[in-house]
């Protein structure tokens, strides 16, 4: 594809890659059902939607399955991940590398391998997505590693393995995310710095929050935790005193 070329409303099947895009500029792939080779390995499988050294691009309301990662980005800026399904992939849901000032938005990432993996990227913004049964050993609804000043809000992560697992971010902002009956919730390690977490909701997990050290260098403040067991008696909606487990 060309720059500012459109894709819009076909359906591949049984494919390898699904949509390629390689130096690309200001396209749009929409609305596409894009499936893959569902009874290969993983190392016989390609990704649904690739995206190579491309900017201002938009994914949006496609459906993806069957693939090695479902939606792919590499060195992808400046663009928009909106509205897609992508589920039953053998590894990610959605992962990107390298790829900064995207944003992702209302797209749901179901029974996938490992999940979603969002790696070495800055300034994204991930609002109103769903993570869906993302289990597995080594699964995650969502891993974020080794990137900054990110902004996530109203995501729902429910019955995965981990919910959000955090690894090397700096000045992650997470509002009004609702973690329910994930294995663990939140796994932040301690080389995470300068994150905040405000009025998120964890409720029916297995374990709310683990760290490998402590959360000095980050702010957890203002959360709903189904296994507070406390007062608030200045009834101002914070809890007082804690009474025990």
């Known amino acids: 594809m060309n720059a500012n070329s459109s894709l819009c409303a076909t359906c591949a099947i049984d494919c390898f890659f699904g949509i390629h895009l390689a130096g690309v500029t200001s396209s749009l792939i929409e609305g596409n059902e894009v499936f893959g080779r569902i009874d290969e390995e993983e190392d016989r499988k ?57 944003h992702y938005t209302h797209n749901e990432f179901r029974d ?72 663990w919730a939140l796994r932040m390690f301690a080389n995470t710095m300068s994150t905040t977490f405000q009025g ?9 929050v683990t760290t490998n050290g402590d959360m000095a260098a980050n702010t957890v403040d203002g959360n709903y935790w189904d296994r507070y067991r406390g007062y608030d008696l200045d009834r101002n909606g914070t809890g007082d005193v804690l009474t025990g487990h």
């Open 112 to 183: 996938n391998g490992a999940g979603v993996a969002v790696m070495f990227s800055h300034d994204v913004e991930m609002t109103d997505n769903r993570f869906l049964r993302n289990r597995g050993a080594s699964a995650y609804g969502l891993l974020l590693k080794e990137i900054n000043d990110v902004t996530m809000e109203r995501n729902e992560f429910r019955d995965n393995t981990s919910g959000l697992f955090m690894d090397g971010c700096n000045r992650v902002v997470a509002t009004d995310n609702t973690f329910i009956s994930n294995g």
């Open 46 to 102: 390609a990704n649904g939607i690739h995206l190579w050294k491309c900017s201002r691009d938009t994914v949006r309301n496609n459906h993806v399955s069957g693939h090695r990662d479902g939606i792919y980005f590499e060195f992808v800026q400046d663009s928009r991940v909106d509205g897609n399904t992508s589920e039953d992939n053998a590894r990610y849901g959605l992962h990107f590398m390298f790829s900064h000032h995207d």
């Open 200 to 208: 998120n909701s964890f409720t029916g997990n297995t374990f709310d």
